[in-house]
C-alpha cells in the first residue's frame, strides 16, 4: 500500500523558513512534487523533480525562495522554502507519480497524495 506522510508545516512570520518533508512508501516513483491549496483558491504546483531527467520545476511565485530535493531511492522529498510571505499561507501537499509521460509540472501525473501540512505565514 503507497503512503505518503508529510511534515514540516506551521507558523512563521514573513521572512521565516520552513522545511517540509515527505516520505513515501509502498513503490518507486518517477516524480515527486509539492502542491498547495489556499482557501478559496484551486490546488497548484509549487515545485516538482522529475527523478526519471533529472530535473526540477518552480513556480513562478516561488523561485528563487524555495528549493526543492530529495533522494529518488529513499522516495523522499524535500521543500526549503525561504522568505515566507503571507500569501505562501496554504495547505501544502506531497505527491507522486509513478509514471510521467509527457509534463511532471502540473496535477495529472500524479497519482498518489500526502494527507496535507498547513503553513501559515503571519504579517
Known amino acids: 500500500q503507497v503512503q505518503l506522510v508529510e511534515s514540516g508545516g506551521g507558523l512563521v512570520q514573513t521572512g521565516g523558513s520552513l522545511r517540509l518533508s515527505c516520505v513515501a512508501s509502498g513503490r518507486t516513483f518517477s516524480a515527486m512534487g509539492w502542491f498547495r491549496q489556499a482557501p478559496g483558491k484551486e490546488r497548484e504546483v509549487v515545485a516538482a523533480i522529475n527523478w526519471s531527467v533529472g530535473s526540477t520545476y518552480y513556480a513562478d511565485s516561488v523561485k528563487g525562495r524555495f528549493t526543492i530535493s530529495g533522494n529518488n531511492a529513499k522516495n523522499t522529498v524535500y521543500l526549503q522554502m525561504n522568505s515566507l510571505e503571507p500569501e505562501d499561507t496554504a495547505l501544502y501537499y506531497c505527491?507522486?507519480?509513478?509514471?510521467?509521460?509527457?509534463?511532471?509540472?502540473?496535477?495529472?501525473?500524479?497519482?498518489?497524495w500526502g494527507q496535507g501540512t498547513q503553513v501559515t505565514v503571519s504579517s
Open positions: 505527491a507522486a507519480a509513478t509514471y510521467v509521460r509527457l509534463s511532471y509540472c502540473w496535477s495529472g501525473p500524479y497519482d498518489y
